[in-house]
C-alpha cells in the first residue's frame, strides 16, 4: 500500500503564489504516474496536473502558463507550483498516484484545501 501526504495548502490573495507537495511512501512499489486534482464546491473532481516518471507532462487547460508540475523521482514526491492564482482556483486539491507491485494500483491524498481571495 503507498500512502500519500499533502502539505503546503492555505489562504492566497489573487495573483499569489502558493506550492503543493505530495509525498508518497510505502515499500517495494514503483511509481508510474503522479499527478494533481482539485475539487470546488458544488463541482467534480478534475485534472489539474500529471506527471509521469519518465517526464511527461499534461496540465488542464486553465491552469497552463500559470502551474507548474515537478516530480523528485528519488524522494517520490511530487510538487505543484502556482502562480498567478485565482479566485476560480479555490478548491480542495488532492494528489493521486498510479504506483504497481506486480499489477497498478492507484492512491489518493487526503486533500488539502487551496482559497484564493480577491
Known amino acids: 500500500q503507498v500512502h500519500l501526504v499533502e502539505s503546503g495548502g492555505g489562504l492566497a490573495q489573487a495573483g499569489g503564489s502558493l506550492r503543493l507537495s505530495c509525498a508518497a511512501s510505502?515499500?517495494?512499489?514503483?511509481?508510474?504516474?503522479m499527478g494533481w486534482y482539485r475539487q470546488a464546491p458544488g463541482k467534480q473532481r478534475e485534472l489539474v496536473a500529471a506527471i509521469s516518471s519518465g517526464g511527461n507532462i499534461n496540465y488542464a487547460d486553465s491552469v497552463k502558463g500559470r502551474f507548474s508540475i515537478s516530480m523528485d523521482n528519488a524522494k517520490n514526491t511530487v510538487y505543484l507550483q502556482m502562480n498567478s492564482l485565482k479566485p476560480e482556483d479555490t478548491a480542495v486539491y488532492y494528489c493521486?498516484?498510479?504506483?504497481?507491485?506486480?499489477?497498478?494500483?492507484?492512491?489518493w491524498g487526503q486533500g488539502t484545501q487551496v482559497t484564493v481571495f480577491s
Open positions: 493521486n498516484a498510479d504506483w504497481s507491485i506486480v499489477r497498478s494500483w492507484r492512491s
Open positions: 510505502g515499500s517495494g512499489f514503483r511509481i508510474n504516474a
